[in-house]
């Protein structure tokens, strides 16, 4: 199993720019989820998936869209490039809904925007 | 709604000393707490979890948490520490019949040989 699986890596936008940064699940995980990464502020939720078709906001929603259309796939959408967007992505994934189990991490996309 | 709180950014141990990273954690339903640990430039990976079956919960590389529910914490703990644990440390909480995981801030530890 590859696991969490993010891409790119690294990505530098200009102010207004769209992107799209990729997450993929080989573990057949119902439940998915975006955290960004910023000094001092640990985790933060951006967005996250329930299962195919079923999305929800997080924390920190604003700015970002998000999709699921297949089990293995969610994506998070920048709809306008901002500098206070930059910072480090991650995707998650656990099995089933139960929130006592645990989360697997992507290793991260991290995103400066100028 | 529920918090974690993280005493200490930063703590910084000799090699061989005890480690001692300190969790509270607020919530108004029993919660589900853990310990994640993050090396340089990777993700986030499981230390434990405290799923109410045990108040002291024991993890990977020799970590282990006690889960004390008059004093709302969760302290990780390792008895002799390691260069090779020098990363930075997050607590959690989740509870209730939300889907979401919140974070605490994080702790870096630094590990002096």
């Known amino acids: 199993n590859a696991g969490v699986t993010q891409t790119p890596k690294f990505q530098v936008l200009k102010t207004g720019q769209s992107m799209t940064l990729q997450c993929a699940q080989d573990?057949?995980?119902?439940?998915m989820s975006w955290y960004r990464q910023d000094p001092g502020m640990g985790l933060r939720l951006i967005h996250y998936?329930?299962?195919?078709?079923?999305?929800d906001q997080g924390e920190v929603p604003n700015g970002y869209n998000v999709s699921r259309s297949t089990t293995e796939d969610f994506p998070l959408r920048l709809l306008s490039a901002a500098p206070s967007q930059t910072s480090v992505y991650f995707c998650?994934?656990?099995?089933?809904?139960?929130?006592?189990?645990?989360?697997?991490f992507g290793p991260g996309t991290r995103l400066t925007v100028l | 709604a529920q918090s974690v709180t993280q005493l200490g950014s930063h703590v910084s141990v000799s090699e061989g000393a005890l480690v001692l990273l300190r969790c509270n954690y607020s919530s108004s339903v029993p919660p589900y707490l853990f310990w994640y640990v993050q090396y340089p430039n990777q993700g986030l990976q499981l230390l434990l979890k405290y799923t109410s079956a045990a108040t002291l919960v024991k993890g990977i590389n020799g970590f282990e948490a006690e889960f004390k529910k008059s004093e709302t914490s969760f302290h990780l703990t390792k008895p002799s520490a390691h260069m090779s644990d020098a990363a930075e440390y997050f607590c959690a909480v989740s509870g209730g019949s939300n889907y979401k995981l919140t974070f605490g801030k994080g702790t870096l530890l630094t590990v002096n040989p």
């Open positions: 998936s329930v299962g195919a078709g079923i999305t």
């Open positions: 998650a994934s656990r099995p089933g809904t139960d929130i006592y189990n645990e989360q697997f």
């Open positions: 573990m057949n995980h119902e439940y």
